[in-house]
């Protein structure tokens, strides 16, 4: 037990050293001595959140409050559970080594379940199930119900099941509603299924690790008794990040346990929220956030994803300390028990949670938190657990994946009386910087309030910059790093510049523009929580289809996407495949060319091998006569790999759309396919580790993170803030983009760059985008308008907060001078030796059509004709009436295909897709001469008339030889059509 409050014993341990405390300023010092009752640190950006709450327990271990095993302090991150415990240690010793109750939710949450596994119906050696093993579980499931997994995909399924657990809810209490939008209203049927599964597989997933532990806790009072008990101090870590079932476990951890009711007069038990007038007895207890459950108010399934990477290792140590055995409470007594059977684990949501707000109708803020509960309509004594939550409601960025900002909201309704200490003094970035932020971030209306200052210097101001478009912007940001190289090594300070300079980009589609100009000036870049664009997979697969077009022998590239999407084509047929173009010493291609003229395969597969190699060819033919970039839009439409993404119903599909727009509008800049393709393994060949690079990363990844230099571009409405998220939650989603801008700026040190472009390519379209209102929420004494270095910005410092549109970089560009690229020359050649203007040399060929890129002039979003060429080195555009809109007869000139326009081109057809200018269209040239054609076949070794055998058909007499293919009739099989090389003479 703690030593008694101003005994000898705790005057001698007041007396103790505590150095650490010294370097405190007087918020974080009260933050860390504040040691009864709920505390709530509302801590800014920079202010020493992690500081605080490490000196916290640091505090607490050094006063003797608390044994090292008797604290639970929570995080979100292995990696920042680690760093607290260093730090910790660092402050008072190797006695960190002892608290095993320091980790993740699930890391905790599975600790528990393995002590009580029996209860909740498993055994403690369980298995914990990743994504792979959930998703062919809920594949096996779907085939016993007889649902097409195409139709109702697995994955699909999967985010539900995440999405219900995230918010505490059983089967027995998701809404009918979500219940039936899966599976012809078999969602709440394969959730039960699914559960009673994974109790006979002894696993759990990890949503599983912290519903199955408040079943434990709702159903075995004396079990969370238990853990009451031996917790005397939780600290929470992030906690404005915390879902509805994170928020639910803390809840039931946070009450002291109740003093027991005679067994004679007790017949159910509720711990009551301190201050709420208790509910007669037998009444449904409506306004307890932890009964209360309203179907309709719930949030939709597919904005609830795990707060908690699933990537991170559960750690399992500790199981063998010691653990006090719960008291016997006079038979089984429920804390959280309630009259009604049917809310045995309700959901919360914002409807049924009290309002967030000071002094709560009901409430005696006099009161001590937790000083009484309600037992059988007897008020009874009982005090609240000494829990401290740190976190900032102004970083709530989440909301995508369950995280709910009303708990922090709502942490003073939830424990009355408790002691809001606000840490506002900024040790991270200069004073410009810091207004800026929090003078955007007071627009919101659903925050708690605080201001984040600084003692240091204003240092400079925030900088917006405009630019003509996205290309501009890159090229602005490109040349802005290497002025920023020239001048630390003009100081001296040129050793790691880079690492300390970070591109944020609202979504990933983004990053391509900047990662080929950085590739281009041979800037080293690293990118920060997830792939290089060009390494993602849809990029790779689309690239792989571009590359069998280019290069037939391409293996590597064909074996990637021949069942991709699925086309039948499994591991049998591909190894067929392999086998014999191994034997014969030749690509796959040439293989699969023959392979489909036999009845080697069976007739699904070889009906789509010979349908993938037939479009090949028709690819092929085209990539001669249409621009590299329709050619692209053509292959990914009738390959079906955009429609396979079109179905996909998961959280990333929509951004792997934008991210093969994106691939198709960055091949515009080259001239030809094959000098896209050379450009590409370029880049993929560039080091992707360098000691000293920029950091390329989404907002989303920056949290948490600082630099001296933060570029900030495109900061447009529907780019951000992000328009899907505007068009689904409303207000809310508002909101969560400006505590976003509000994160990206406070990550700056001493520079904060924001960029604008005036056009942008969205959903494959030229668009004039409107700048951010984000923008106009910034403080103008804080921001300096800049002009975009190499040219001035299409909204020009005249335009920038008057609407008006500033000097293009066109206007006053000279390209001739300016660009001295081999195209550019290549094409200055081509003119002086007289070759035709309209695409077309003096051949009849047709001219390599150079994209929007160096030296062309710019593509318009509204649609334009390209014209004659009036001056060396300049292109006009004059307006095409019927750009942007789809005409049958434009797709007809291409292809075969008669389907619906592609997405890839924003709906539109090809014309709108390419900039919206109308080709030229001609018929292929007739070029005279003599065509020879060389046979791609071989002469076969057999004969008519001699006996063969084949593995799979039997014995047989050759009754035809073309080539390598013999027609052979088998004794049993019948005649069939095969290739020599898979017959043995007999």
Known sequence: MPPRTAGIAARALGARSASYLNDLNPEQRQAVETLDGPVLVLAGAGTGKTRVLTTRIAHILNMGRARPNEILAVTFTNKAAREMKERVGHMVGQVIEGMPWMGTFHSIGVKILRRHAELVGLKSN?????????????????????????????????????GWKNRGLTPDNVPAGEAASFGNGKGKKLYVAYQERLKTLNAADFGDLLLECIRLFREHAPVLAGFQRRFKYILVDEYQDTNVAQYLWLRLLSQEPVAAAPASSRTGLALRDAGVPPAPQGEELENDPFVAFEEDASPHPEEAQSAVSKDEAVDDSGLGDSFDAPRQMGGEVDPFATPSPSASLPGLTRQSMPPAQHGSPGHDASRRPGDDSVVNGERQSVHRKNICCVGDDDQSIYGWRGAEVDNILRFEHDFPGATVIRLERNYRSTGHILAAASHLIAHNEGRLGKTLRTEDEPGEKVHVTACWDSEEEARAVGEEIEQLQRDAREAGQEDDVLDEIAILVRASFQMREFEDRFVTLGLPYRVIGGPRFYERMEIRDALAYLRVIAQPADDLAFERIVNVPKRGLGDAAVQMLHDYARKKKIPLTEVAAQIVATDEMKPKPRNALRDLMAAFERWRKQKDTLPHTELAEIVLDESGYTGMWQKDRSADAAGRLDNLKELVRSMEEFENLNGFLEHISLVMDTESAAEDAVSLMTLHSAKGLEFDTVFLPGWEEGVFPNQRALDEQGRAGLEEERRLAHVGLTRARKRARIY???????????????????????????????????????????????????????????????????????????????????????????????????????????????????????????????????????????????????????????????????????????????????????????????????????????????????????????????????????
């Open 126 to 162: 369980f298995t914990i199930l990743d994504t792979d093993d959930q998703i062919r579980l809920i594949k096996q499931l779907l085939e016993v119900e007889k649902l097409d997994d195409k139709r109702w995909p697995a994955r699909v399924f999967a985010g539900l099941l995440d």
């Open 756 to 986: 604008f472009a005036s056009n942008r390519r969205i959903h494959g379209m030229w668009t004039s985008t409107v700048p951010s209102r984000f923008l106009d929420e910034l403080p103008e004494a804080d921001v300096e308008v800049k002009e975009a270095q190499g040219g001035a910005g299409g909204f020009g410092m005249s335009g920038y907060g008057a609407g008006g549109y500033g000097r293009s970089r066109f206007d006053d560009m000279a390209f001739g001078s300016n660009y001295a690229t081999p195209g550019w020359q290549r094409a200055q050649a081509r003119k002086a030796r007289g070759e035709d203007e309209d695409g077309f040399d003096e051949t009849g060929a047709p001219r390599p059509r150079r994209g929007y890129g160096a030296g062309s002039a710019p593509r318009s979003g509204r649609g334009g004709r390209r014209s004659e060429l009036s001056e060396p080195g300049q292109l006009t555009y004059e307006p095409d009436p019927d750009a942007g809109t789809y005409d049958s007869t434009d797709r007809a000139d291409y292809s075969d295909n008669t389907s619906s326009p592609s997405p890839l081109r924003g709906g539109s057809a090809g014309k709108a897709g390419r900039g919206g200018g109308r080709a030229k269209r001609r018929t292929p040239l007739t070029i005279e001469g003599e065509l020879v054609a060389k046979s791609t076949g071989t002469v076969s070794g057999f004969a008519v008339g001699d006996r063969v055998f084949h593995q799979k058909f039997g014995n047989g007499n050759v009754t035809l030889v073309d080539g390598n293919k013999l027609t052979i009739r088998f004794d049993k099989a019948g005649e069939k059509r095969v290739v020599d090389s898979f017959v043995e003479r007999m």
